[in-house]
């Protein structure tokens, strides 16, 4: 497809505007206006008009009927689980865990981009502007799979941090993925490397970060955690993994490593703020306080957390220590819609369970969770995830006129409490991705049917 041009100046106009900045701000008929792909004004009524004989030739959108927030940030996702979804749907974690393993150490390269580009393009048709994936299995001989990835996301056009994820515990070292799909420590040590040094680009408005990403304390051996953490600060990138997801990997913990996860991770050089951790379900107080000590952030899953009955992760007690959390979709093995906008609404419904805990969450703290949240999980709050002048022009425009929103006069608990809203514009530094609710990177039935093709591949050879 032809590359899309960024108009050089934007101004939007005549919607409300979240901005999510650190007062909450908002406006209920606003502007903004977007140069050269970052945000150079946000403000109450119309765009002010530039000085005589400084105006540059651009685009004007009247936005009349919508809402503008920061876009979305996806803070955890595998996406190569978009061809195994819709299996061992009453399962809990490591049950899950052991039945598709089997069938996910047969994927290859091909496999990889398909799934990769339908989880990309799923989400940013739902307003995702920045996502992150987790792959942590690598076939011997399966191809460049962090490749493929990486190739979906240019294609795609948000924003990507792509981690090098890896297991080197298999089942005859006391862990729970088989022997077969595990790495070597070593193979996982240099893949992790190559990936930071052919990919990372740690620039303003990057496109596309790296992590180390070993995969959980029950696949990964504890020198693998400690390396890669060694590793990661050496070369200036985030440490992300699994923690605190299930009772079993509590139990694992402490039978294995004589201490429960957080004190493992804190043994391992895994706490600090260059880490972000996915789930964090079973969290004791002392957790909280470390994490909090430490700056450590978390990846609230609350879809997958439910539907593999993980339990709900403290969200209300961890912002108030002060942690910083961002919300996830997890693979969609775990969560088969694969979009963000049900995160928002679960993460403040599950979190509202039990008698008087109506204000645990309110709309804009679900969106400030998918928003800033998010960003600051990623390493990214200086550049994403609020509208204020200076922050790239990363941003969706909601359509909240139409028949699932248009009697809610609150336009931030319209999103969050409404049905998916459409989007008529997502911008990724000004560039715009989606516009009327089609995909502008990729043609989305092409993707489908390339994602079932490859599903059905993946079947045939699985055992
Ligand atoms: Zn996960």
Not at 96 to 107: D, Q, S, T
Not at 304 to 317: E, I, K, Y
Request: aromatic share 4%; net charge negative.
């Amino acid at each position: 497809m032809a590359d899309r041009p960024t108009p050089r100046r934007l101004i939007i106009e005549n919607c409300a505007v979240a901005t999510v900045d650190a007062g909450d701000t908002r406006y209920e008929r606003g502007h903004l206006v977007i140069s050269e792909g970052v945000i150079e004004a946000v403000g109450p009524g119309p765009a002010p008009e530039p000085p005589p004989g400084e105006g540059i030739p651009g685009r004007r959108v009247d936005a009349e009927g919508h809402l503008a927030t920061p876009g979305l940030v996806n803070t955890h996702h595998h996406f190569y689980q978009w061809l195994t979804r819709g299996m061992a749907t009453d399962h809990n974690l490591f049950d899950w865990l052991v039945a598709l393993y089997p069938v996910w150490a047969r994927i290859d390269e091909p496999m990889v981009g398909a799934a990769a580009r339908a989880s990309l393009a799923m989400m940013a048709r739902g307003g995702v502007t920045t996502a992150s994936d987790h792959h942590y299995i690598f076939p011997r001989g399966s191809g460049d799979l962090l490749g493929a990835t990486i190739t979906a996301g240019r294609e795609v056009g948000i924003r990507l941090t792509a981690t090098r994820g890896s297991m080197d515990r298999g089942e005859s070292d006391g862990g729970l993925p088989p022997d077969f799909a595990v790495e070597s420590t070593e193979e996982a040590l240099r893949g992790t490397e190559e990936a930071v040094d052919t990919h990372h680009d740690p620039s303003f408005g990057s496109m596309l970060h790296i992590a180390a990403a070993p995969c959980s304390p029950f696949s990964v051996s504890t020198e693998l955690m400690r390396e890669a953490a060694v590793l990661a600060r050496r070369k200036g990138v985030r440490l992300h993994t699994h923690g605190s997801e299930t009772v079993e990997e509590e139990k694992f913990c402490h039978e294995l490593f004589g201490m429960g996860p957080t004190d493992y991770f804190e043994t391992t050089g895994w706490l600090g703020e260059d880490v972000w951790m996915a789930h964090c379900v079973h969290m004791t107080d002392a957790d909280i306080v470390a994490f909090a000590r430490t700056g450590t952030g978390v990846a609230h899953c609350p879809s997958s957390n439910a539907r593999l009955a993980a339990g709900t992760a403290r969200v209300p007690d961890l912002l108030r220590a002060g942690v910083p959390v961002g919300l996830g979709v997890d693979g969609t093995a775990s969560n088969e819609a694969g979009e963000l906008h049900t995160e928002l609404r679960n993460a403040l419904l599950v979190n509202r369970l039990g008698p008087h805990r109506e204000k645990a969450l309110t709309v804009d703290d679900a969106l400030r969770l998918a928003t800033m949240g998010g960003a600051r999980v990623l390493g990214r709050d200086a550049e994403i995830g609020s509208l204020e002048p200076g922050k790239l022009a990363d941003l969706v425009l909601w359509r909240l006129d139409g028949l699932g929103h248009s009697t809610i006069a609150d336009p931030v608990a319209a999103l969050v409490l409404g049905p998916p809203a459409p989007i008529s514009l997502a911008l990724v530094g000004g560039k715009p991705v989606v516009e009327d609710g089609r995909l502008l990177g990729v043609d989305e039935e092409t993707v489908a049917r390339e994602a079932r093709a490859q599903a059905r591949r993946l079947a045939e050879a699985a055992p």
